[in-house]
């Protein structure tokens, strides 16, 4: 913090809290904001009263704790803002609703129109816990290409969709990909991996200025959550130019990091990747506070349905997933990636990807020489050994971690994977045990309670699978501390973001509990009272901040 010593410091907002939660191990009682930035703090209640001003606005919150607001470490913000845009099949309860959206949306449109529906749907909100059929997506738009993917790796699409992508009877899977037959060989509509961008290349999505304006309201939508910084794990070159956009426009209500995707073949050769990361030009940390880019993002396996698994998936004993990248080629591709002065996240979801993972990066090293931590991170690493994380701790290799994809597709899991795989998904106090840094994230699509994610972390509770190895559960304070601190580490800025800390851009958030002595179930819903992002208010129902 700099001032003139000749000008006494007027703060713009005082804060009174109940209790506020710097997460660096020390509690504060008020906290005083000016521009963008914590300008102090004090254990007193009355302790920075002397710094006010006619221009404070002294905000009386002793029914409240505080907190720093919550940094998501992997999130998908452009895509959950485009859902906006598509139809809105994650909204059905049965098959017939989501084909009833799906016609409707047809009806609409002029003939031979894409169709696309929002990504953040999954079978089992449906009363059939089954994915619509080729010939029930037929019926619903005979006439109109529809492609209704699922997630990032999973897709269901009609006949119509396949013949514009040029899809025909007999053609081959494309490598890392599956196009889903039935018995009789003929198509069932479903894609998998590499199937799903071959056909979805085809299907224009929404304008840019569209794009813009709803990374705006999605983004508001996450503030009102909690959320002040994420970390939007897979940006291409046309979402770059929607999100310059919205933060031109002063849009974007959550800070953003970036993570530019590089595909692999069949999407991109070796030489194509390594010329798209030359013509990049910018590198990692370039932006500001509000806008950065944090690296690449590179897909080493598939999701639920295809991620690379060292033991056979548990419903279909002859998968074990697929891997998208040659090594040799990944490491060539990472390895001049580093020396240009980015950071790589790269997913990895099954146990077979993640050693897959590890040697591509300590090949990476041995040729760049040490790189700083969180230079080379590991997204996800949902299924792992106890040899594979003390690699990672020992080679300095963070983890992003989100737990509410067990939340949320525990019971997918238990069907793929089966319940012994389903329980050791993301332990994360074994991660912590072996050392790792990690950051906490969500990867749901949609804008989440960051607290529900909390309540996963200590409860290990999901929302239809029950309870999944409780063991690994972790305190409260220790999971606020991997949503806050954590992904501020991850994004090189522990020294602006994390923690409530004079110097610090203020972030923070208000609850009307104290999330550290609350029972956990308390937590589940818990929203917050306010949220300030620099310093503004992206959240404030009841007005206690006005000015
Ligand atoms: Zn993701």
Redesign the pocket.
Known sequence: MTREPAEPLRLDYLIRAGTIHSMTGKTYRSVGLRGAEIAAASAEPDGLDDLTGHSTAVVDASDLTLLPAFADS???LIEASRNTLLVPVDTARSVAEFTGLVADAARDATPGKWILTSIAWHESNLAENRVPTLAELDAAAPDHPVLARR??HFAVVNSAALRAAGVSADTPDPPGGKIGRLADGSRDGTLEGGAVYQVAAFAPGPSRAELAAALGTTSAAYGALGVGTIRE??TTLDDLAAYTDAWEQGLLQVRVRLMMRVPSEPELSTDQALALIRGLGARSGFGDDWLRIWGLKLVMDG?VEGAALKDPYANDPGNSGHLNWEPAAMTQVCAEAVRRGWRIGT?AVGDRALRTLLDVYEAVVEQTGPVPPWTLVI??GMVSDAAQRDRAVRDGFGVTV?YPVLWNMGSEMLRTWGPERTRRVTPLDQWLAAGADLAAGT?I?QPFNPMTNVWGMVTRGTKSAGIQGPGHAISIGTALELYTMGTAALNHEQDRLGSITPGNLADLVAYPLDPLTAAPDGLAELTPAFTIVGGRATHDPDKRLAR
Do not use: R
């Open positions: 992997h999130e998908h997630g990032g794990a897979m999701g997913h997204e996800h989100q990867d699509v």
